[in-house]
């Protein structure tokens, strides 16, 4: 229930020290547990989302659950449909009751939803348990990006976020490298191969939710939802681990850098949403700009790159996840090499680069597939060098919704702008590409890439204009937290 004006008014203000506390820590071994714990998310998606691209061929043949061409392109988008409810639905309820509980219910969630697309009969079942494990990840996003953005120290906060994010291609070159076994007709029959590789993607992510017990709430979030004793206890004992991690003394917190909240158990779904598309109308721009052009272009290519294989290079559909691989590896390099030029060279700079340089690099591949002049491998190397500058450019846009709002909207944001991005540009991307690589025409599919690379110039447009230099600054500096003006939630005007 939403607290009355009068209640608001009662509560305490809260001086605290607790932002500029996790901020000034040392990377330690905690850091390193909190990334691989909750940072795993993202290879599982990786996995998931490479298990459903390898078998797209399979899937069609003889002897399975036959799909078209059309039919895999939908699959892909209702997977899609479900990572986008389950983003808001989960975001909603992670910044109401907390991050850590719904570390668990999410990844519950995401492991009911593989384990079943195993056993799926028909297209109607296997279109269900697909949503079913996207709702889990889109929850995962908003839960877990929140999470890591609010521990993770200033200074660094950029790069991790970035290396986290593309550790999706781990799981992406596991997926690709796993079809190679059991799509293996030697070793799988036709229609068992498959559903092998979904259970696998179970069980791999069942040992994760042991992990996660280890891992605290956000003392962030205690503070400002009115949990001060238990923001201190929280703080304390993250401090004592790192000190005794780090073997050196902690640096001294200047009194300057407290702020004064008024803590608050629940805040409007109005005041959020004026908070976001009101207050902060032009990061909200921002953030909508990187989300839908990095979706559009992710879901077009990645969910429909084996039917392009086997269509129109005649790739065998058993090994095409070995084309994969390289294609898994630039992306991960990627992030990799570029990841800490967004703290140092700076946000602004390294997003408007990278989203030029991929949609420039796209534009070529495609008019360069049309005209018949590529091969299967210069069509993966080519794909390769442009999600190698892709690959940062999409993380950063998780990156840049997760930073640019206030802490009390933060998981909702994330959800907001991973469901309006992956709702504008990657739903109808993947069927829309089915259906162009079903007309045999490959200028038909250079269209939709030309269209992909059209979106990323204008996203890297936007950022230039309104884009915010977040690199090593606070969270609460970056945008002060609602419950600093306990009246209106609304704050001081950008």
């Keep these: 229930?939403?607290?009355?004006?009068?209640?608001?008014?009662?509560?305490?203000?809260?001086?605290?020290?607790?932002?500029?506390?996790?901020?000034?820590?040392?990377?330690?071994?905690?850091?390193?547990?909190?990334?691989?714990?909750?940072?795993?998310?993202?290879?599982?998606?990786?996995?998931?989302?490479?298990?459903?691209?390898?078998?797209?061929?399979?899937?069609?043949?003889e002897g399975t659950l036959h799909f078209t061409s059309a039919e895999i392109?939908?699959?892909?988008?209702?997977?899609?449909?479900?990572?986008?409810?389950?983003?808001?639905?989960?975001?909603?309820?992670?910044?109401?009751?907390?991050?850590?509980?719904?570390?668990?219910?999410?990844?519950?969630?995401?492991?009911?939803?593989?384990?079943?697309?195993?056993?799926?009969?028909?297209?109607?079942?296997?279109?269900?348990?697909?949503?079913?494990?996207?709702?889990?990840?889109?929850?995962?996003?908003?839960?877990?990006?929140?999470?890591?953005?609010?521990?993770?120290?200033?200074?660094?906060?950029?790069?991790?976020?970035?290396?986290?994010?593309?550790?999706?291609?781990?799981?992406?070159?596991?997926?690709?490298?796993?079809?190679?076994?059991?799509?293996?007709?030697?070793?799988?029959?036709?229609?068992?191969?498959?559903?092998?590789?979904?259970?696998?993607?179970?069980?791999?992510?069942?040992?994760?939710?042991?992990?996660?017990?280890?891992?605290?709430?956000?003392?962030?979030?205690?503070?400002?939802?009115?949990?001060?004793?238990?923001?201190?206890?929280?703080?304390?004992?993250?401090?004592?681990?790192?000190?005794?991690?780090?073997?050196?003394?902690?640096?001294?917190?200047?009194?300057?850098?407290?702020?004064?909240?008024?803590?608050?158990?629940?805040?409007?779904?109005?005041?959020v949403i004026r908070t976001m598309f009101g207050r902060y109308w032009r990061r909200a721009l921002v953030g909508f700009s990187l989300m839908v052009s990095q979706a559009f272009l992710y879901n077009a290519i990645f969910f429909t790159y084996a039917l392009v294989l086997t269509r129109f290079y005649h790739v065998p559909s058993s090994i095409t996840g070995l084309y994969l691989l390289p294609f898994a590896l630039g992306n991960f390099l990627g992030v990799v090499a570029l990841g800490a030029l967004f703290d140092t060279v700076g946000r602004k700079q390294m997003i408007a680069a990278t989203y030029t340089l991929s949609a420039a690099l796209l534009a070529v591949t495609g008019i360069l597939f049309a005209q018949g002049q590529l091969s299967v491998v210069s069509q993966t190397a080519l794909w390769t060098a442009i999600f190698f500058i892709a690959s940062p450019a999409a993380s950063s846009a998780y990156l840049t919704v997760s930073e640019i709002f206030p802490l009390e909207t933060r998981a909702l944001a994330i959800a907001f702008f991973y469901s309006l991005g992956t709702g504008a540009g990657g739903i109808a991307a993947p069927w829309l590409f089915g259906a162009l690589i079903g007309t045999g025409s490959a200028w038909a599919v250079c269209y939709g890439y030309l269209a992909a690379a059209v979106l990323m110039l204008a996203a890297a447009a936007v950022e230039l204009v309104f884009g915010i230099a977040a690199e090593r600054m606070s969270l609460e500096k970056l945008a002060e937290p609602l419950s600093a003006a306990p009246e209106s939630g609304q704050g001081r005007k950008e």
């Design 1 to 61: 229930m939403v607290e009355t004006t009068a209640e608001r008014q009662a509560a305490d203000a809260v001086e605290t020290l607790i932002p500029a506390r996790l901020d000034r820590l040392p990377w330690t071994r905690f850091h390193t547990l909190i990334v691989l714990a909750l940072g795993i998310t993202w290879v599982l998606d990786g996995l998931e989302v490479t298990l459903k691209g390898a078998v797209s061929g399979v899937l069609q043949e």
């Design 73 to 271: 392109g939908l699959i892909a988008s209702v997977y899609l449909t479900g990572a986008v409810i389950g983003s808001l639905v989960f975001g909603y309820l992670t910044d109401r009751y907390g991050r850590r509980l719904f570390f668990f219910v999410t990844l519950a969630t995401y492991l009911t939803g593989a384990l079943l697309t195993a056993f799926s009969w028909d297209l109607a079942s296997f279109m269900v348990f697909r949503f079913i494990t996207g709702a889990g990840i889109g929850g995962e996003y908003a839960a877990i990006n929140s999470a890591i953005d609010e521990m993770i120290p200033a200074r660094l906060r950029g790069r991790i976020d970035i290396y986290i994010n593309g550790s999706y291609w781990i799981g992406a070159a596991l997926g690709a490298g796993s079809t190679l076994v059991f799509l293996d007709p030697a070793l799988f029959s036709v229609d068992l191969g498959w559903r092998v590789g979904f259970v696998i993607g179970a069980v791999l992510g069942l040992g994760i939710l042991g992990v996660r017990r280890f891992v605290p709430e956000s003392p962030r979030w205690l503070i400002t939802h009115g949990y001060h004793r238990e923001a201190e206890q929280t703080v304390s004992g993250i401090e004592s681990l790192v000190h005794a991690q780090a073997e050196q003394r902690l640096a001294a917190v200047e009194r300057s850098e407290a702020i004064i909240l008024h803590p608050r158990r629940s805040f409007g779904f109005g005041i």
